[in-house]
């Protein structure tokens, strides 16, 4: 990876983690007062009629955000044809599933106040559909500082809408239009800028290009399907397992917190795609150095990060949520550990999306995410609310061991340091087993960060040598 490829990375992804910074401030604000004034009840019940929705979103992005970036990094002067196309396949795929899941939900639902906030919340998924191929349009011609002050102004506005609601008092209904008439202005305004500043688009249907891009895009869509359900499928199988009006909005709260830090880990990734698309002539056999490093540092963060919340885990959830929320904070802890495994499985997805071997991709992360379904509803019997943790990592580790392996026995990740990364593991366990038991957790954190110190340092090192 040369000079300009690392800048273009540093930039893209700068952008897109500000974005997401500022759209966690801003939404973490909102959504604190929300869970405050809705309380964990009703909050559960947004938040399932929101993840049922949200659960079906990937399946309109049909590989799309990849396919761009992957073909607009390689000539972005022919680009026209490929927007034009991918858009009409969007709005198409968000139509249908928009119907498709709001009918699926009424046939399944028995509440009839959850039915009906089905109906109001429907224009969500195509909402969320089209904003986020204005987001793929931003990433592939990395543009990000346009995302950056979409989300900031659309965020800005259905915050002032939601603040105004709650003000008089108004209900779940009048926070759902509120969401969605947000989510419009966002895409309008958006989409008018991309014509005028971007690339200026062409209704012209080209039924061939269409299956082409379905084709082949499928896989990579059904797998950021599957990857997102690893996240929000424990809520929409709680919502049978759990007395879903109390322990549902305790787990809503914890895979919300998930949520936000994994948008962060796909902001970098995502910046990613369109430079290492670039470079993968350059680099025919073996793993970029950015993956290599991303991969070695997700081991001290989730460690780190763990002990932190091992330390503060009720403090965080009473000082956000309230102490209605005193459950969550019990398996906060737990719960962080997640993020290992799925830094791991979603950035070793980026070369098997480069590869083109979309097959295995999908094939580890159904397998990962049927194990999690099956066993969710088994534990969460035997274990309560830690026992849809339990089965998430159950599912993760399953993808993430599956794409490993395919990924080190065909050669993508053969430059990886094993060795050295089991090793660390290996001690990342050993530190939290003897915090948790035997020692003040505070103390144990400073230790583990003194202790990693050296490791962070030399990654650093060499990240800004690519930099130069």
């Given at each position: 990876?040369?000079?300009?490829?690392?800048?273009?990375?540093?930039?893209?992804?700068?952008?897109?983690?500000?974005?997401?910074?500022?759209?966690?401030?801003?939404?973490?604000?909102?959504?604190?007062?929300?869970?405050?004034?809705?309380?964990?009840?009703?909050?559960?019940?947004?938040?399932?009629?929101?993840?049922?929705?949200?659960?079906?979103?990937?399946?309109?992005?049909?590989?799309?955000?990849?396919?761009?970036?992957?073909?607009?990094?390689?000539?972005?002067?022919?680009?026209?044809?490929?927007?034009?196309?991918?858009?009409?396949?969007?709005?198409?795929?968000?139509?249908?599933?928009?119907?498709?899941?709001?009918?699926?939900?009424?046939?399944?639902?028995?509440?009839?106040?959850?039915?009906?906030?089905?109906?109001?919340?429907?224009?969500?998924?195509?909402?969320?559909?089209?904003?986020?191929?204005?987001?793929?349009?931003?990433?592939?011609?990395?543009?990000?500082?346009?995302?950056?002050?979409?989300?900031?102004?659309?965020?800005?506005?259905?915050?002032?809408?939601?603040?105004?609601?709650?003000?008089?008092?108004?209900?779940?209904?009048?926070?759902?239009?509120?969401?969605?008439?947000?989510?419009?202005?966002?895409?309008?305004?958006?989409?008018?800028?991309?014509?005028?500043?971007?690339?200026?688009?062409?209704?012209?249907?080209?039924?061939?290009?269409?299956?082409?891009?379905?084709?082949?895009?499928?896989?990579?869509?059904?797998?950021?399907?599957?990857?997102?359900?690893?996240?929000?499928?424990?809520?929409?199988?709680?919502?049978?397992?759990?007395?879903?009006?109390?322990?549902?909005?305790?787990?809503?709260?914890?895979?919300?917190?998930?949520?936000?830090?994994?948008?962060?880990?796909?902001?970098?990734?995502?910046?990613?795609?369109?430079?290492?698309?670039?470079?993968?002539?350059?680099?025919?056999?073996?793993?970029?150095?950015?993956?290599?490093?991303?991969l070695s540092l997700s081991i001290p963060l989730a460690t780190c990060l763990s002990l932190i919340t091992l330390t503060y885990n009720q403090a965080i959830i009473a000082t956000?949520?309230?102490?209605?929320?005193?459950?969550?904070?019990?398996?906060?802890?737990?719960?962080?550990?997640?993020?290992?495994?799925?830094?791991?499985?979603?950035?070793?997805?980026?070369?098997?999306?480069?590869?083109?071997?979309?097959?295995?991709?999908?094939?580890?992360?159904?397998?990962?995410?049927?194990?999690?379904?099956?066993?969710?509803?088994?534990?969460?019997?035997?274990?309560?609310?830690?026992?849809?943790?339990?089965?998430?990592?159950?599912?993760?580790?399953?993808?993430?061991?599956?794409?490993?392996?395919?990924?080190?026995?065909?050669?993508?990740?053969?430059?990886?340091?094993?060795?050295?990364?089991?090793?660390?593991?290996?001690?990342?366990?050993?530190?939290?087993?003897?915090?948790?038991?035997?020692?003040?957790?505070?103390?144990?954190?400073?230790?583990?960060?003194?202790?990693?110190?050296?490791?962070?340092?030399?990654?650093?090192?060499?990240?800004?040598?690519?930099?130069?």
């Open positions: 990876m040369n000079a300009h490829h690392a800048k273009s990375i540093a930039t893209n992804a700068s952008f897109l983690i500000s974005a997401q910074l500022i759209v966690r401030i801003l939404r973490g604000f909102y959504i604190v007062l929300l869970v405050r004034y809705l309380g964990p009840e009703l909050y559960g019940v947004f938040q399932y009629v929101q993840n049922w929705f949200v659960t079906f979103t990937p399946l309109t992005l049909f590989g799309i955000g990849a396919l761009l970036s992957r073909e607009i990094g390689k000539d972005r002067q022919n680009g026209q044809q490929i927007v034009t196309t991918t858009f009409i396949i969007r709005l198409m795929s968000g139509i249908a599933l928009t119907l498709a899941a709001l009918g699926l939900g009424l046939i399944t639902e028995p509440d009839g106040d959850i039915r009906h906030l089905m109906v109001i919340l429907a224009g969500l998924l195509l909402m969320r559909a089209l904003v986020n191929w204005v987001k793929e349009i931003f990433v592939a011609y990395e543009k990000t500082q346009y995302h950056l002050v979409q989300v900031t102004l659309s965020n800005i506005f259905q915050i002032g809408l939601g603040l105004a609601i709650m003000a008089k008092g108004g209900g779940l209904d009048a926070l759902a239009l509120a969401y969605i008439a947000a989510l419009f202005a966002e895409f309008l305004i958006s989409f008018i800028f991309i014509n005028r500043r971007i690339i200026k688009m062409q209704l012209d249907i080209n039924l061939a290009k269409i299956k082409t891009i379905i084709r082949h895009g499928l896989p990579i869509g059904l797998t950021v399907a599957l990857n997102r359900w690893m996240i929000f499928g424990p809520t929409i199988i709680g919502r049978y397992a759990f007395d879903y009006k109390s322990s549902l909005g305790q787990l809503s709260v914890i895979l919300l917190l998930l949520f936000f830090a994994s948008l962060v880990i796909d902001a970098i990734l995502h910046a990613a795609l369109p430079v290492l698309s670039r470079s993968l002539e350059q680099q025919k056999q073996g793993s970029s150095n950015f993956i290599n490093i991303t956000l949520f309230g102490a209605d929320y005193q459950a969550a904070g019990d398996i906060l802890d737990y719960a962080v550990w997640l993020l290992l495994p799925y830094i791991w499985m979603t950035t070793i997805a980026q070369i098997f999306i480069l590869k083109e071997d979309s097959l295995r991709l999908t094939f580890w992360t159904l397998l990962g995410v049927l194990w999690m379904a099956g066993l969710l509803p088994l534990l969460v019997m035997k274990f309560d609310l830690i026992g849809a943790i339990y089965a998430m990592a159950v599912g993760m580790t399953i993808t993430c061991g599956g794409l490993a392996f395919h990924g080190f026995t065909r050669g993508y990740l053969h430059n990886f340091h094993l060795g050295k990364t089991i090793g660390l593991s290996l001690g990342a366990i050993l530190i939290y087993a003897i915090t948790a038991q035997f020692t003040a957790p505070l103390y144990a954190l400073i230790a583990s960060m003194i202790l990693f110190t050296p490791f962070i340092l030399r990654i650093s090192k060499h990240s800004i040598h690519l930099m130069r």
